[in-house]
């Protein structure tokens, strides 16, 4: 299942998934003061984008210190995102991460684990160690996807206004839907060069 930079944006922006969390994006800022709003929102999106890079970076050595083949890495990849796609499907948005709107976040819940929770560091550890030839198309990806979840999250609330919480739901639900069919993919992709090409 090779990507390229394209779909691995894609990838990425359907496993971040800003718009179906912007519920929680909601929630969480009711407690920031509107002013520091900004720049909370640009603090979370960059400790998630070095989190899911250093899992980028690392991911091939990772591999070996723990002794894991790519094929289990792939499996276990599109399991984890294959539960995270049924609850987006089937819950809704403030249910998926607990949050605590009366302080303001740090780390907990936006940067870890709603960006970078466990669906995302497989992603991206999958991607460094399938292809890791295209580092690069792999971290513009992520930097194009974290941008797009930085903008999606300082306008949270005019968003929700302008396109209504039965609209943000239905974006959530549909992109739960892709998401399925791509892990899916993995688990099919993984099961495959397990039993053909255990080499």
Same mark, same amino acid.
């Given at each position: ?8 944006? *894609? #990838?990425?922006?359907? @496993?971040?998934?800003?718009?179906? $969390? ?5 929630? @969480? ?6 002013? %520091?709003?900004?720049? *909370? ?10 989190? #899911?890079?250093?899992?980028?970076? $690392? ?13 289990? =890495? ?30 303001? /976040? ?5 940067? *870890? /684990? ?9 992603? @991206?550890?999958?991607?460094? $160690?399938?292809? /890791? ?10 930097? #194009?996807?974290?941008? *797009? ?5 300082? =306008?949270?609330?005019?968003?929700? %206004? ?5 609209? @943000? ?9 892709? =998401? ?10 993984? =099961?495959? %060069? ?6």
């Amino acid at each position: 299942m090779d990507h390229t930079f394209v779909s691995a944006f *894609v #990838l990425l922006l359907l @496993v971040l998934d800003p718009f179906g $969390s912007l519920p929680i994006f909601v929630a @969480v800022f009711k407690g920031v003061a509107p002013e %520091r709003r900004t720049r *909370v929102a640009l603090r979370e999106v960059l400790i998630a984008f070095f989190v #899911l890079l250093g899992f980028m970076l $690392s991911g091939e050595g990772f591999l070996r210190l723990m002794h894991l083949s790519e094929r289990s =890495l792939e499996v276990a990849g599109g399991v984890i995102l294959m539960i995270i796609a049924i609850r987006m499907i089937f819950a809704n948005g403030g249910e998926i991460y607990a949050t605590d709107g009366d302080r303001e /976040p740090m780390i907990f819940p936006l940067a *870890v /684990p709603l960006l970078a929770g466990p669906s995302a560091m497989a992603t @991206v550890l999958l991607l460094a $160690s399938r292809q /890791p030839e295209r580092l690069a198309y792999w971290i513009g990806a992520l930097t #194009l996807a974290m941008l *797009v979840c930085g903008a999606v999250m300082v =306008l949270a609330e005019p968003i929700r %206004r302008w396109i209504g919480s039965q609209m @943000v739901n239905a974006i959530e639900k549909l992109m739960g839907l892709v =998401l399925t069919a791509i892990a899916v993919e993995m688990v099919l992709a993984g =099961l495959k %060069r397990y039993f053909f090409d255990p080499s």
